[in-house]
C-alpha cells in the first residue's frame, strides 16, 4: 500500500464517529467566513518566520494563482487550484503533526508543503471560495477507495445543485465527474453551511449543519496564520 497515495487506515476509525454525530444534528445554518481581501506581506512573511524562506516562497506562488485565476471561468478555476496544490507532498497526520487526524489549515499546508487527503481538500475549498466560487457549489466529500478499502476526502463541484459534481482529488490528479471515480464510494459531504449523507455518486441527503462537525469548528477557528502549528516532521 503506498502511504503517499491514500489516507492513514486512522481515518476508518474516525468516519463511523462522523456518521454517528451527522445522524443527531439538526437543520441550521452556518456560513464560511466570507472573502476578504488578503493581507499579503503579512501572510508571507508570517509564513517565513514560522517554516522559512520556502514557505514564503509557495505563499507568493500561492498569490499567482490567485492573480492569474482572475477572469477565468470556474471550471479553469478548479484546473488551476488543483494543479497547483497537487504538487504539494502526501504525509500522515501522525508523521507530519503527531496527532491521528489533524485538519491543517491552507497556511499550515502551504508553510509546511505537504498533508494528508483532509488538508489537499480543504486548502483547494477555501482558494476556490477566496476566488469567488459559490459555497454551494462546493462540498469536501469523505469517501470509500475501493481499490485499497480505504477512506479519503475529495474536494466535489456542483455546477447545479442536482448535477453530478466533478471531483477534485489528489490521488488521480485529472478533475473528472464522478461518475468517472468508479474507485470511490461517497460517504457524506459537508460545506462552511450544510452537511450530507450520500447514499450514491452525486446525491446527498441533507443532514443538518456542518457547525456540529468538531473537526470543522476546530479549523475555521485556527484560519490566518495567527494560530499556526509547528509540525512534528519538517519536510525541508
Avoid at 456560513?31 to 499579503?40: E, I, V, W
Avoid at 508570517?46 to 471561468?73: I, M, N, P
Avoid at 459559490?134 to 448535477?163: C, F, G
Wanted: glycine share 6%; net charge positive; charged share 25%.
Amino acid at each position: 500500500m503506498n502511504g503517499r497515495l491514500y489516507c492513514s487506515k486512522l481515518a476508518c476509525r474516525k468516519v463511523c464517529q462522523f456518521i454517528l454525530l451527522a445522524l443527531t444534528l439538526a437543520i441550521s445554518c452556518l456560513y464560511a467566513s466570507p472573502t476578504q481581501k488578503l493581507d499579503r506581506e503579512h501572510i508571507t512573511s508570517t509564513l517565513e518566520s514560522k517554516y522559512g524562506e520556502r514557505a514564503g516562497k509557495r505563499a507568493r506562488a500561492w498569490f499567482r494563482v490567485l492573480d492569474e485565476a482572475q477572469g477565468l471561468s470556474e471550471k479553469e478555476k478548479m484546473t488551476k487550484v488543483n494543479n497547483f496544490f497537487n504538487l504539494f507532498r502526501f504525509v500522515d497526520d501522525i508523521k507530519l503533526w503527531g496527532d491521528s487526524n489533524y485538519w491543517s489549515t491552507p497556511m499550515e499546508f502551504i508553510g509546511v508543503n505537504g498533508g494528508d487527503c483532509e488538508d489537499f481538500s480543504i486548502a483547494k475549498y477555501f482558494t476556490l471560495l477566496q476566488l469567488g466560487v459559490p459555497e454551494e457549489k462546493l462540498r469536501i466529500t469523505m469517501v470509500k477507495a475501493t481499490s485499497v478499502n480505504q477512506y479519503h476526502m475529495v474536494l466535489a463541484y456542483y455546477e447545479t445543485p442536482s448535477a453530478i459534481p466533478w471531483v477534485l482529488d489528489n490521488l488521480d490528479t485529472r478533475i473528472k465527474p464522478a461518475t468517472q471515480r468508479k474507485d470511490l464510494l461517497p460517504v457524506y459531504s459537508f460545506n462552511g453551511r450544510q452537511l450530507w449523507l450520500n447514499k450514491e455518486k452525486g446525491r446527498g441527503v441533507l443532514a443538518g449543519s456542518s457547525k456540529k462537525l468538531a473537526k470543522w469548528n476546530d479549523l475555521k477557528y485556527r484560519l490566518g496564520v495567527e494560530r499556526l502549528r509547528q509540525p512534528k516532521l519538517r519536510l525541508e
